[in-house]
T-cell receptor, first 117, second 113 residues
Framework: GAGVSQSPSNKVTEKGKDVELRCDPISGHTALYWYRQSLGQGLEFLIYFQGNSAPDKSGLPSDRFSAERTGGSVSTLTIQRTQQEDSAVYLC???????????????FGPGTRLLVL | AQSVTQLDSQVPVFEEAPVELRCNYSSSVSVYLFWYVQYPNQGLQLLLKYLSGSTLVKGINGFEAEFNKSQTSFHLRKPSVHISDTAEYFCAVIYTGGFKTIFGAGTRLFVKA
């Protein structure tokens, strides 16, 4: 009965380094979302995976950001050549979406707090 | 462009008073609407959602919201708040047929004794 888990919980990195953030969705959930929550702002949609379909990458802010989902389960968000403006909390959510539509509740992980120095 | 506007960034209110947190979205096409809550040092969790049917939706912890299609609004209400309701509340919309979830900037509800 585990929820969505994310690792690491906190990450401090130097400007220019690459970082990888991991998300383990709830078992059986076909949909997975990544969001970014900057200080004092709402959640910014980054990318969406649904089953084996091509992901919706429309929210990725630049080509330094990429994500993959292996075997329809675990997902990794990679930020290359990090910049200070990438500092934020990165949230992952999963949902059942058994009919491939978007009405299902999203269950959120605790987030990864990224600080780029 | 699709957007969600939460008109109040902070709402201070006394315990046992009623509260309304406002949310408007940018388009009148068919939508799914959600309210999520983020308690201090916790992750987001669903409070309630509107998919179809009755425009008045009841959620957890005594909250309810009303979908108003003509005003493109989905305001959240509670008749009597508790200290434990202190949290950040996010309104979100998914345009049916799509998957991208658009969140508002959040409203911080602060309940005072």
């Amino acid at each position: 009965g585990a929820g969505v888990s994310q690792s690491p919980s906190n990450k401090v990195t130097e400007k220019g380094k690459d970082v990888e953030l991991r998300c383990d969705p709830i078992s059986g959930h076909t949909a997975l979302y990544w969001y970014r929550q900057s200080l004092g702002q709402g959640l910014e949609f980054l990318i969406y995976f649904q089953g084996n379909s091509a992901p919706d990458k429309s929210g990725l802010p630049s080509d330094r950001f990429s994500a993959e989902r292996t075997g329809g389960s675990v997902s990794t968000l990679t930020i290359q050549r990090t910049q200070q403006e990438d500092s934020a909390v990165y949230l992952c959510a999963s949902s059942l979406n058994v009919r491939g539509i978007s009405e299902e509740t999203q269950y959120f992980g605790p987030g990864t707090r990224l600080l780029v120095l | 462009a699709q957007s969600v506007t939460q008109l109040d960034s902070q709402v201070p209110v006394f315990e046992e008073a009623p509260v309304e947190l406002r949310c408007n979205y940018s388009s009148s096409v068919s939508v799914y609407l959600f309210w999520y809550v983020q308690y201090p040092n916790q992750g987001l969790q669903l409070l309630l959602k509107y998919l179809s049917g009755s425009t008045l939706v009841k959620g957890i912890n005594g909250f309810e919201a009303e979908f108003n299609k003509s005003q493109t609004s989905f305001h959240l209400r509670k008749p009597s708040v508790h200290i434990s309701d202190t949290a950040e509340y996010f309104c979100a919309v998914i345009y049916t047929g799509g998957f991208k979830t658009i969140f508002g900037a959040g409203t911080r509800l602060f309940v005072k004794a």
